[in-house]
């Protein structure tokens, strides 16, 4: 792909041109997704994915790659899945197997004994040692990056209230990966998991969730402090729950009466978008760096990237920036804007086109008129 004005460079002999015409069109950058799971089963629910076999989580992750890749979303960070899945759906997709989102994995998420994401096997660690042991082992396989969980979540004996790697053991896995150069994310839902976090310098910190052991979200001002001293990254995931939140208000809207379950989980997903949306805004405030993920997961849930930057403006960033943390600085969170992140001389043409003003309306985005990885036509 060459850019530039007519005139400004000779049509290269024996090639056919493909003349795209996006006039009064806006491009950027191809999106960037910090947090996505591509592979993870077809249902909601942990356990209910981990019904599926590998081959079947396979096949859904080369679906979603698909669906990914046509929204506009031209890399992600595979950030864990079951076995060699991840590994093996990026290295299909490397060897041109099928299209899709250039995938960067973390393989299989480090975790405690019984700790969050332990279905995905050969994955936990207990103590400073051995999370070096497993953070090597991985690397050895050829993952991107690491991730961790530093906190319980939605797996089945795990509490997202509670921390579960201590400081030293995390700190264990960002000394082992800078080591070769790679980068750390860390599931971060409890309150005490961000401060962790933070003083072991992981890279980025994904949801910063605050959880208290009562359930309510928190905010605690010196594991902020420490984030931007040290320059780590924060990625909100903030559309975590969103379909079902918006799928209630239409409901609503529609005239129709939520039973007393709905009217519970739509009250619990307000409460979690609002003071999530709350700490991000003072977290900016006070200097630290976005990157933005939609956790997408299940079949069909790896789109929704945009929604993910609607709440991010919604909770007060410009568009711009919003646009920012899904490109250029995303990019730069995970070592990768030599060649990706912005449109400049020298890096892949990784370029999506919409109708409108992205940096006044962001929803635009949701629609793109043309979608180009690496210079080729999608």
């Not at 019904?51 to 096949?59: A, N, P, V, W």
């Not at 605050?210 to 990625?235: C, H, N, P, Q």
Request: a neutral charge.
């Amino acid at each position: 792909m060459f850019v530039g004005s007519e005139g400004e460079f000779d049509t290269p002999s024996g090639r056919k041109l493909h003349h795209v015409d996006l006039q009064n069109k806006t491009i950027l950058p191809g999106l960037i997704d910090d947090h996505i799971h591509l592979a993870l089963g077809i249902r909601g629910g942990y356990e209910n994915m981990m019904r599926d076999s590998d081959g079947i989580q396979l096949i859904t992750g080369i679906i979603n790659a698909g669906q990914a890749l046509r929204a506009g979303i031209t890399t992600v960070k595979d950030c864990g899945a079951r076995n060699r899945v991840a590994l093996d759906l990026r290295d299909g997709w490397s060897r041109g197997l099928f299209q899709g989102p250039r995938i960067l994995v973390c393989g299989r998420p480090l975790c405690t004994t019984g700790g969050h994401f332990h279905f995905c096997n050969d994955n936990e660690c207990d103590g400073p040692w051995e999370v070096r042991k497993r953070t090597r082992q991985l690397l050895k396989e050829g993952v991107d990056f690491i991730k961790l969980m530093a906190s319980g979540g939605g797996t089945k004996g795990t509490d997202s209230k509670y921390a579960s790697f201590e400081e030293q053991e995390i700190y264990a896995a960002v000394v082992e990966a800078e080591t070769v150069g790679k980068t750390v994310s860390a599931h971060c839902e409890a309150f005490d998991s961000v401060g962790r976090a933070a003083r072991a310098g992981v890279h980025i910190i994904q949801h910063a969730g605050f959880i208290m052991s009562d359930g309510t979200r928190g905010f605690d001002e010196d594991a902020v402090r420490t984030m931007v001293k040290k320059g780590l990254y924060y990625d909100p995931t903030l559309q975590t729950g969103s379909a079902l939140v918006d799928s209630l208000r239409e409901k609503e809207k529609g005239g129709k009466t939520l039973t007393d379950e709905e009217r519970n989980q739509l009250k619990s997903g307000e409460y979690k978008i609002k003071r999530k949306s709350e700490n991000l805004a003072r977290m900016v405030s006070m200097g630290v760096k976005c990157v933005a993920g939609s956790d997408g997961i299940g079949l069909g849930n790896c789109t929704r990237l945009v929604r993910t930057l609607e709440l991010m403006v919604d909770a007060g960033m410009t568009p711009l920036d919003a646009i920012v943390s899904a490109t250029g600085r995303s990019a730069k969170a995970t070592k990768i804007d030599r060649y990706l992140g912005t449109l400049a001389e020298g890096k892949e043409a990784d370029i999506v086109a919409v109708s409108g003003d992205p940096t006044r309306d962001i929803s635009t985005l949701r629609s793109p008129v043309m979608v180009m990885q690496a210079g080729r036509l999608i």
